[in-house]
């Protein structure tokens, strides 16, 4: 089955960029998802890139896939301490069931 | 406002005794999904339903039970058999052919 590793903790100073990053397994995988998750919260869809896709920009966040090392990373520039919180990176497949499988989620602490 | 509601926020239960998540949602998506979430693993399927009727069991379902008897509804059911029941329970929806999975704001169970 799929497999989407991230790293547990970051920490970034007010201001600068955040990049997050996640490995998935499965190249079949045709969504890849990143969600926030603020404390004692449920998730927050941010954005999404499908897989025939190599970057998307929305704001402050761009996301950029490399399919053939089926690495995902999610970057969040002049980050703020609202940016704290859980990011979850999710791989998913499409037809009909949605099959998603999440990463363990990272911790962005920003440091004002 | 369309969403996705989950009640009570907070529920502690006794030992042994059964108890029943509520989730409703009114954005008139197909699938439905239950989720578990513990401390450093992420998220894990417990059942997800693809339409009225129907549901099917996720990676750690031993211990759940679910029904969909209305498209707005999927109420999980968490019984004496589940062996470590304290957990934050996420429950999430999708429109039958679209990808994207909208969470509710979750419900935290400790049982006691």
């Known amino acids: 089955g799929e497999d989407v590793e991230q790293s547990l903790f970051l920490s970034v100073r007010e201001g600068d960029s955040s990049v997050i990053n996640c490995t998935y397994t499965?190249?079949?995988?045709?969504?890849l998802y990143w969600y926030k998750q603020e404390p004692g919260a449920g998730l927050q869809l941010l954005t999404y890139?499908?897989?025939?896709?190599d970057m998307k920009q929305d704001q402050r966040l761009t996301v950029l896939l490399n399919k053939k090392d089926k690495h995902l990373s999610l970057r969040i520039a002049d980050t703020q301490t609202g940016d704290s919180a859980i990011y979850f990176c999710?791989?998913?497949?499409?037809?009909?069931?949605?099959?998603?499988?999440f990463g363990i989620g990272t911790k962005l602490q920003v440091i004002p | 406002d369309g969403g996705i509601t989950q009640s009570p926020k907070y529920l502690f239960r006794k030992e042994g005794q059964n108890v029943t998540l509520s989730c409703e949602q009114n954005?008139?998506?197909?699938?439905m999904y239950w989720y578990r979430q513990d401390p450093g693993q992420g998220l894990r399927l417990i059942y997800y339903?693809?339409?009225?009727?129907?549901?099917q069991k996720g990676d750690i379902a031993e211990g759940y039970s679910v029904s969909r008897e209305k498209k707005e509804s999927f109420p999980l059911t968490v019984t004496s058999a589940q062996k470590n029941p304290t957990a934050f329970y996420l429950c999430?929806?999708?429109?039958?052919?679209?990808?994207?999975?909208?969470f509710g704001p979750g419900t935290r169970l400790t049982v006691l």
């Open positions: 999430a929806s999708s429109i039958e052919q679209d990808d994207e999975q909208f």
């Open positions: 499965d190249s079949s995988s045709t969504y």
């Open positions: 890139i499908f897989s025939n896709m």
């Open positions: 999710a791989a998913g497949l499409s037809g009909g069931y949605q099959k998603v499988t």
């Open positions: 954005l008139n998506h197909d699938a």
């Open positions: 339903s693809q339409i009225v009727n129907d549901f």
